[in-house]
């Protein structure tokens, strides 16, 4: 039945390209998971992901498997992707038609996208989902979720989901990947991105959103981008020794 489908009666997205033409970029994903993509004049530039995983401080990862154990943390590391993927599947879905089936849907699924996907109601006017973007300057390559008006205010729009609560101290680099989101974005096209908004459906409670403007992480990123550079350069001068 519908109802079961989107608990709401069915809603239209306006969708708008605002003239800009988005390109192709060949992507290069290593067994590691270490993303490249490749630029139309030929660069090689790391996905935002990547650099920021290389970056990141996994101390608490460490604790949290030694407590767990690494076969069970791989086990919840496994299905946390795997459910991801279908909820940005599900909220893509919701976006491009106003209804989404979740029928087929596992029960955690099905929860947290009922319970979260109200939030996405706020969304509109939206520019591009899941698109290739680069920028020269940033030397950073990546494909953001969504860019469109949050609330009446042009954004560029994460789907994250987690297993427990979120505090906006914990995904710090879920603001700096939306940043360097914005900045490519606005670097290719020239539209200036001024929030950032990442929305995260929790398994057993609501959806949270968080809003920041975007120039509060700008200076931060481009730390984490030059901490990035100069662990390459170490490590291709450890390889060439």
Not at 144 to 165: Q, T, W
Request: with cysteine.
């Amino acid at each position: 039945m519908i109802g079961q489908q989107i608990m709401r009666a069915p809603k239209t997205f306006t969708h708008d390209a605002r003239g800009c033409l988005f390109l192709d970029l060949e992507r290069i994903t290593q067994p590691n998971g270490v993303r490249h993509y490749i630029t139309p004049e030929g660069n090689k530039y790391p996905s935002v992901t990547t650099m920021l995983s290389a970056t990141a401080d996994h101390a608490f990862l460490k604790i949290w498997k030694e407590t767990v154990g690494d076969e069970q943390a791989e086990k919840i590391k496994n299905y946390s992707a795997r459910r991801g993927n279908v909820i940005h599947s599900l909220f893509h879905e919701y976006l491009d038609h106003g209804f989404v089936d979740i029928t087929k849907s596992m029960p955690d699924v099905r929860q947290m996208v009922r319970d979260s996907i109200a939030i996405l109601d706020d969304i509109n006017n939206i520019v591009v989902q899941e698109k290739p973007l680069y920028s020269d300057e940033l030397r950073l390559a990546g494909s953001p979720d969504c860019i469109g008006e949050y609330k009446g205010i042009l954004s560029n729009i994460d789907f994250k989901n987690a297993r427990n609560y979120r505090s906006s101290l914990q995904i710090r680099d879920y603001f700096l990947q939306c940043t360097a989101y914005a900045l490519m974005f606005e670097h290719l096209y020239h539209f200036h991105i001024p929030q950032i908004v990442v929305i995260i459906a929790v398994e057993n409670g609501s959806g949270q959103v968080f809003v920041e403007p975007t120039y509060k992480y700008v200076s931060e990123l481009h730390q984490r981008i030059e901490a990035y550079e100069t662990l390459q350069k170490e490590q291709q001068q450890v390889g060439m020794g």
